[in-house]
């Protein structure tokens, strides 16, 4: 039996997902829009050539980041649609990553079965999203599972993600700004962690047809974190402090993925808390030790 399968989007989680396949002897095909980097450049938009990969594969997972965070509601639906009509064409189970961005804001920790409420376009981008592949999964049309991480860690510095961003200039004992809160309750996901979670889901009959959390620690704030992630590697805490509203309004009018933030300051602003024990009960995943993850972030 084939044990083939085929990941759309060659960053940190769909890397984190390659070796967590490659691991246990799978056959992976890692596909980008570009090609590099030893993948396989694939159109994304195109149904056709997404169906051409995923005939006679076991799954086909959803690992894009589009290039521009302001530009999803452009971006995202050709991709959706595509991987919708391979997924159905070929037989492959699709295989989502996400966010937490579809529940907005909560009171209390996030747990699966929780309603989407979406709260801004690109919230409701990926809501639409999830509802569509689940419609179809309930339809009979397709086989499709998700999981959802929250904001990324343990890929090293330079990454994008809010704790990465600042670590390069945290280790050299420099002070760093972050957005929203420095001091409230926010759970990290490791990019490891969530690709054992994409790659366990595939094969598991009992998940598909569902939205599930990868494993997480428990939260820490971005002061926390930040200074967990120099701890790590024997460097001294810095002063870890919330970007000034005046500031973030001057520099988000240059910088369009800083204005982009504005619409889910909220996961900053308060407690932002993911519960991820079903993913742990179900299969026994449990989350990296902390220590190990801010050791990879750092490097």
Same mark, same amino acid.
């Given at each position: ?9 060659? *960053?940190?989680? *769909? ?5 967590? =396949?490659? %691991? ?7 596909? !980008? ?79 699966? *079965?929780?309603?989407?409420?979406? !709260?801004?376009?690109?919230?409701? +981008? ?9 419609? %179809?999964?309930?339809? *009979?049309? =397709?086989?499709? +599972?998700?999981?959802?991480?929250? #904001? ?9 993600? $809010? ?22 309750? $926010? ?40 200074? #967990? +992630? ?34 889910? #300051? ?25 220590? #190990? ?7």
């Amino acid at each position: 039996m084939s044990d083939r399968h085929i990941i759309i989007g060659a *960053g940190p989680v *769909g890397r984190a997902t390659a070796d967590a =396949l490659a %691991a246990r002897g799978a056959d992976v095909v890692l596909a !980008s829009r570009s090609g590099a980097g030893n993948t396989k450049a694939v159109d994304a938009t195109s149904a056709e050539a997404l169906t051409e990969l995923a005939n006679g594969a076991v799954a086909i997972y959803n690992c894009v980041n589009p290039p521009a965070y302001d530009k999803w509601p452009e971006l995202w639906p050709p991709v959706a649609n595509a991987l919708l009509a391979a997924a159905q064409r070929s037989g492959a189970v699709l295989v989502t990553a996400a966010n937490l961005y579809p529940y907005g804001p909560v009171d209390g920790a996030m747990v699966e *079965g929780m309603p989407d409420a979406p !709260s801004g376009k690109k919230a409701q +981008v990926r809501a639409t999203m999830t509802a569509d592949a689940f419609a %179809a999964h309930a339809a *009979g049309r =397709l086989r499709a +599972v998700e999981v959802r991480g929250s #904001d990324y860690v343990g890929a090293g510095p330079g990454d994008y993600a $809010h704790v990465p961003r600042v670590i390069e200039k945290a280790l050299k004992g420099k002070a760093v700004r972050v957005i929203g809160s420095a001091d409230q309750p $926010h759970t990290w996901t490791d990019v490891r962690d969530m690709g054992r979670a994409l790659a366990t889901v595939a094969t598991e009959e009992s998940a598909w047809g569902k939205v599930w959390h990868a494993p997480s620690n428990a939260p820490r704030t971005q002061a926390e974190a930040v200074n #967990d +992630v120099l701890a790590s590697v024997g460097v001294k805490p810095v002063s870890v402090k919330a970007m000034p509203a005046l500031m973030f309004t001057v520099v988000s009018s240059f910088v369009p993925i800083v204005r982009e933030l504005k619409e889910t #300051d909220y996961q900053f602003t308060r407690p932002f808390v993911m519960d991820s024990s079903a993913i742990t009960a179900a299969f026994g995943l449990e989350p990296s030790p902390w220590d #190990d993850i801010c050791r990879r972030t750092a490097k």
